[in-house]
């Protein structure tokens, strides 16, 4: 029953979060608080004396006026969607700001963990029933490696597997961002979709990675591991594993809806002769089960000739069979941690690949994190140095495939890496370079 005039005068008292909150009381409050009078001068003390709009199509200046034609010109909500507009531009370049300081060793962001603490950034997973009811889970374990970052969510109230649709990967930011404050997260937040994947026919349509007393895994791409509880058929906890590369513009960048696309590659002019293939690649793998680190390796020089182009693929040989100079020991045995509220286990035989591979100029060229589980070769090992039984463990997406031969050496209880190939499809290639492989 309060007059209009005198709400707008108690919202103008309101910050930009809390005018937010207050538009999400009822219908009338939200047209109030819409009002472009109170948005204008949030607005205009967010920028500098002289008042300039920058126009991001046309990049041209336009100057604000403070009389009535600013307020009573424009339909209602203008100003503060020009105000969210302004502050969430200004956020992104200088969260995008931190990113752009590389780590020489991996040639990714050195300065991830600063740039996530000063975004604000978390991550949620929304379960989709067969209803189209969504169930949101936040509240995750993160674990920080060199390159990737491992995100486990639990709990005991999830929706049964058999009614589930989809699961959908968020990134989510305050929506205007407080340096002085951590972030409400009552307060609104924008949603950034990483990815989405569908959860019906699970345990068939996917890969199961491994299992231990207590649960069974199974991969989705890109990078999730869904863990279910045996015998049960109810999900105990979801994994996800992110590659910094593009991370943040990933959880960021993109909308609720469509996820982020990166640009397309610029190519270098290169006049060393197209027979030679790639050239002068390196590596960085890091193989780990979420809380505990195997193999931490990088490797330079890497090239093909343009006779190992076979089947759509160019190879590249990282660890030759033959050369047990470069052969990798494997610091303890593989397994992937996990936990929820009660219980907790480790799941043998699989593990975490975090690949990087970057071009003759250091720019990531093909990179990911993803579960990879291990399987007991059919042959035998043919080498004198090493009398064992042979595992292989091989990856495989739309830019290419990794294949890993291992040994187990009974004698010192560990695995040796023999054999690490790795194959990149020549679309990736063809449309990196602009080339017709």
């Known amino acids: 029953s309060m007059p209009s005039e005198t709400l707008l005068k108690i919202f103008s008292y ?17 047209e109030l608080a819409n009002d472009n009078g109170i948005w204008l001068k949030h607005y205009s003390s967010s920028l500098h004396p002289k008042w300039t709009i920058w126009k991001m199509k046309t990049k041209q200046t336009e100057t604000v006026s403070l009389g009535c034609a600013a ?9 503060k969607k020009e105000y969210i507009f302004k502050q969430t531009s200004a956020f992104k370049t200088r969260v995008m700001r931190l990113v752009k300081f590389l780590d020489p060793y991996t040639g990714l962001p050195c300065k991830n963990k600063e740039a996530m603490k000063v975004s604000g950034l978390s991550w949620i997973i929304v379960l989709k029933d067969k209803n189209g009811k969504e169930h949101v889970v936040e509240k995750p374990n993160l674990s ?18 058999d009614i589930l649709s989809t699961l959908k990967l968020f990134g989510v930011t305050p929506l205007l961002p407080d340096q002085s404050r951590p972030p409400n997260k009552n307060g609104p937040r924008r949603f950034s979709l990483i990815a989405e994947y569908h959860l019906a026919n699970l345990t068939e349509s996917s890969v199961a990675v491994g299992a231990d007393e207590l ?7 890109p990078g999730l591991l ?9 999900v105990a906890f979801v994994m996800a594993s992110l590659h910094y590369n593009q991370l943040l513009e990933r959880s960021i960048l993109g909308s609720p809806t469509v996820p982020y696309s990166p640009p397309p590659n610029k190519p270098l002019l290169d006049d060393i002769d197209s027979e030679y293939g790639l050239h002068d690649y390196s590596l960085h793998l890091d193989l780990h089960g979420r809380n ?3 193999l931490c390796g990088s490797f330079k020089c890497l090239f093909c000739r343009k006779r190992d182009i076979e089947n759509g693929y160019l190879r590249l040989r990282v660890v030759n069979l033959k050369d047990n100079r470069k052969h990798l020991p494997i610091i303890g045995t593989f397994g992937i941690c996990w936990e929820t509220d009660v219980f907790k286990g480790n799941v043998k035989d699989c593990f975490v690949m975090d690949l990087t591979l970057l071009d003759e100029t250091g720019k990531p060229f093909w990179c990911f994190s993803a579960p990879v589980h291990m399987e007991l070769s059919a042959k035998s090992s043919g080498l004198y140095d090493y009398m064992g039984h042979i595992y292989t463990a091989d990856y495989a997406d739309s830019e290419g495939k990794v294949c890993v031969e291992f040994v187990w050496l009974e004698e010192t209880k560990e695995y040796i890496i023999v054999s690490l190939v790795l194959y990149v499809s020549t679309k990736k290639v063809n449309s990196w370079y602009g080339t017709n492989y």
């Open 71 to 79: 307020v009573c010109d424009k339909k209602p909500g203008y100003w």
């Open 144 to 161: 920080f490696k060199d390159t990737s970052v491992t995100i486990l969510w639990y709990g005991t109230d999830w929706p049964h597997l």
């Open 226 to 234: 869904v863990g279910i509880w045996k015998g049960k058929n109810e």
């Open 215 to 221: 649960v069974q895994l199974f991969s989705l791409s």
């Open 14 to 30: 309101l910050d930009a979060v809390s005018l937010l909150s207050v538009g999400c009381v009822n219908k009338r409050f939200y």
């Open 292 to 294: 505990c680190m195997y």
